[in-house]
């Protein structure tokens, strides 16, 4: 009997190592999928179940798709689409143009290049709210740094440039804001000297993966500077290009604090950019089921390029 | 051994899953002061007779913060007030209700309560208010207040705007009325020797001699700033004045009328002229800076502007310079400066924006009954002038309030004269969705006196009021 009892015992024992054996991963993943679900899943669902609804005095009422359909009709949607795309396309050309210039001397031998790498950084610490600020008293009338410069009839006539004021010029294809307006284009300035360090140090580290000897070669071969940079260099680290091209994509989808504190959406309309109507129309006109709506079209528009990203980087690690 | 490593790992990821960074939730606000905890009393522990009974807790969201000491930042006398009188209320209720202030963003206080409201979270039981009404009214934030407000002995005593400005489109009172604040013209004597303008006309003719002397007539917060947060200042004031409003009487939005036309010509003529400051149109309150400076003859602003115009320099060079919110009316004392309505043409009367600044008890506030006292307790005439002069600025809403001393200096004199003789009113009028509304009129005001003006007035009004009245359909 003792024997048997043992050998039950045993076998519980056994079963229960197992069972804690094969169960372990579950265990030790729990907290982060709890959290996960928490931060995550949780404001998702509840963003989807408030996209489809709309506030009464008494409480919520389902509409259905009716908030994507008010939203696509509001006219400063399309502006603001129309605004998004003309920002972003600045804001990359000049971030991935100033990224790449600043990468390709830092890679060369300079003396100081750790100090000049460290003080390139500054942008990158500061916040949105902080460089929207700084921009900002660079040219508000009366004090800013150059507005003296700005407001001189010379230079800019015939009356000066009020950059925060100034209209934004006759569209030039029907209703699409291009040329831009002075105040998006500070706009434009000011989140590509924010996010400069970012596209810079992700170049330098792709440059300094291109092996010297194909450079040495290139040269040899009688190649000149620009030949090598378009011929050699960028297509191999044209991958880590599409990388940074993306984050910048998706970092000037997102942003609104540069936009509030820097003009506040104005002057007028000129400056509301995507991330700047999803703010008003969620906290200043109180429009949650609407804000959701747009909420879930930009997350649509991130998971996109998130997933192109993804694909580059997998096609670059398959090419290694 | 294994079981030790298996144990520590699991441990660790714990202790990570913990610390990791989390985004703030969609929907429950978090409160900026903590609550101060409550313990709760073993089942062993039996009451002594003189044990004094914890109070409960009354919880107000106010823009104010009785712990910032900063001189320099706008909310200072707010914040003196809170400091001043939150333990006088205390006294009062010893034992009974406790005053916990949590400070919230004036841009975004009304749209975290509308939220704490929806997502059930923590709600406080006293909201200050500030702005519209309807907007809290519409997402059901706000109780219902008529009957027992119009029960309570100071009811009577309140002034019919102040009432009128807590009143909503179904009739009914949502807030109890603190103070009201008109909109008034500030105005520096120097540069209106002879009295401010009377009529469009007169103020041309001023302001062109002004500009000869490189000054400008007019400055006021014409921008889109705050999502069209100009339409509840001066915006509003110049559009009434010619007659103008933005409603039709029954909750749909009516711009394209001949009186907002007139108001909105004049306001172009004006522009275009240099008769008004750039800065108008910059933002972020840039527009204060010409007046305090003495470079601009006239500032649109709400009666409660002395809160917040200090430091100023009037046009002989004499300073008013305390850096507190007695600058202004020292300057009024003075005669440097006056208080003046807006011009109006012949036959239309001055108009001015009418906001009230009062109390809402939010949808699902705890301590109603704290909420009651606290309420009867300030609509006092010993604590209504406290709260109007040390916290919002503007009239008290109590008409006994009005015979305190500090309202019998000249710069309340003179805002009484300049509010007897102008039709103020909320600029919301009938429309149920204020905050919907905002941006759409600012917007549109603003494109049409500023960025462009050749555009056709009445295809724009009429396509923002289209806007507007779809959206509420």
Partial sequence: ?320 | MKKRLLLITLVCALVAACATPTAAPTSAPATSAPVPATSVPKPTDAPKPTDVPKPKDMVFWTQFDEKNLDPKIDSFVGNEYLRATMPQFNKAFAGKWNWVNVQRDFSKMNAELITAVQAKGDVPDLFQISLDINTFVSNGAAQDLTAWASAQPWYKDLDSGAIKACTATDGKLYCIPLSVRPQVVYVWKDHFPNGYPKTPAEFIVQAAALKAKGVSALTYFGSTDGDGNGITRGMTTIMASFGGKYDDGNGRMLLNTPENTAAIEFMREIVAKGYVTESSFVGKFQEEVAFKDGKAGSFLQGLNGYLFLNTLTAPSGKKYAKGNSNDLPDAVAAGDAYLAAFPAPAGKTPGCNLAASGLIVPVGAKNLEGAREYINWIMTPDQNPQFVLGAVGGFPALKASLSNPSFQTPYFQQGAKVVAASACRPWFGTLTKPAVAQPIVMTALYKLIKEDPKADIAAALKKAQDQYNAEVK
């Fill in chain 1, 1 to 320: 009997m003792k024997g048997w009892v043992d050998f039950v015992l045993k076998l519980h024992d056994m079963k229960k190592q197992k069972w804690f054996r094969n169960s372990l991963p579950f265990w030790l993943i729990l907290p982060t999928v709890i959290t996960l679900l928490v931060v995550q899943v949780y404001p998702t669902l509840y963003t989807v179940w408030l996209s489809m609804q709309d506030r009464e005095p008494a409480g919520w009422i389902f509409v259905g798709f009716n908030n994507f359909e008010r939203l696509f009709n509001l006219g400063q949607f399309g502006e603001s689409v129309g605004l998004t795309i003309v920002f972003l396309v600045g804001h990359v050309l000049l971030t991935m143009v100033g990224g790449f210039f600043t990468a390709f001397l830092l890679s060369q031998k300079i003396h100081f290049s750790g100090l000049f790498i460290t003080l390139l950084f500054i942008p990158w610490v500061l916040s949105q709210i902080i460089v929207g600020f700084m921009f900002r008293l660079l040219v508000a009338p009366e004090y800013g740094v150059f507005s003296g410069i700005l407001l001189d009839p010379a230079l800019f006539p015939p009356n000066g440039l009020s950059v925060l004021v100034a209209p934004p010029p006759r569209p030039w294809f029907g209703d699409f804001p291009f040329p831009t307006s002075a105040a998006l284009g500070l706009l434009i300035l000011a989140s590509t000297w924010r996010a400069l360090p970012f596209a810079t140090l992700l170049i330098l580290a792709a440059i300094q993966m291109v092996p010297l000897e194909v450079i040495e070669s290139s040269r040899i071969d009688g190649a000149n500077g620009w030949q090598i940079i378009r011929h050699i260099m960028v297509p191999l680290i044209l991958p880590a290009l599409v990388v940074v091209i993306f984050n910048i994509i998706l970092n000037g989808i997102n942003g609104v604090g540069l936009v509030l504190s820097l003009t506040d959406g104005g002057p007028g309309t000129a400056t509301q950019i995507i991330s700047y109507l999803l703010y008003s129309i969620g906290w200043s006109r109180i429009q949650f089921g609407r804000a959701a709506a747009l909420a879930l079209i930009m997350a649509v528009v991130n998971w996109i390029l998130i997933m192109g990203t993804l694909r580059v980087t997998r096609v670059e690690e398959r090419d290694i």
